[in-house]
């Protein structure tokens, strides 16, 4: 049976329209470019059209710890890809490859390819410090000689995506917990969707890993790529949308997505609400980092 749609369900569709609408608006009034060739110094991407924002490539693969060897990142995030990738194979094994209906597997697989491609910047990072060994981040003059305008160009397109991709797999992760620990399992909790071994690791794994990587990495946390954020859940929720249309599906992963309930728009409008405190959660963590350690930790951090 495919998807029947109400009168109440155009409300919940103009809500999810609305959400990408504004969230592509505000990235494209936002964002200068992916790629900024001819900054021959700083080799800067993705920065925003104030310039406040400016992400050299040597914090891809480098610490926010002076001194700390770009080994160290690539040895927590190799760990934490394997952890993850045990992990959900385990869940695949489990309930087989229907799990990746659920959000939580969606951003599962999000995180893991951000730490696939820190793996991938820590390697290159610990390649350049065996050719010029550096003291950190701080010296960006040196961590930045990266060879001609194309090699630049290609590392600042790749800096882009992974900046990216941890930017909208933080806030994925604190959704996924939040409504796991706080709706799913006071409230909702069935066969799957409830407190056992594997998803007690899985809501506890995604966030801790990150939380790792965002105490050890130098990346930036701007407030407005929430909108990249916001455009990942609403892709989420179109994909629910056509799997049920077609008839693939006939239940619903998240009661709250239901389309057949009249009050389906405010929990629309609810979940959209929350990706604000959510991302701004993480956020606070970061700013926290950036903050607070610079008093505690005085020669040993730089940002």
Known sequence: MGLVVYWYDFICFGIVLAAIVASLWFLLCRERGCVDVEDTTHNSFLQSRSGSESLGSARLRTSCWRGLHPGWLLFTRSISFLSMAALLAWDVLEWDASIFVYYTEWTFML?????????????????ENYKEPTSGVCDD???????????????????????????????AVVLTDVVFWLVIV????????GLNTLMICMHTANAGFLI???LLNSLPFPWFRMGYFVIWSCLYIVFQWIIHACGLLTWWPYPFLELDRPWAPLWYLGMA?????CYGVYAAIVTAKNSCFPYLFPNAFCY
């Open 111 to 127: 995180v893991m390819i951000y730490f696939a491609m820190g793996i991938v910047a820590s390697l290159y990072g610990c390649l």
């Open 141 to 171: 003059a040196v961590g930045n000689k990266v060879g001609d305008g194309e090699f630049r160009e290609r590392l600042g397109v790749y800096g882009c995506f992974m900046e990216t991709i941890f930017q909208t797999s933080a806030g």
């Open 186 to 193: 006071p409230f909702l909790s069935n066969t799957h969707l």
């Open 212 to 214: 790792l990587d965002t």
């Open 273 to 277: 609400v929350v990706h604000i405190p």
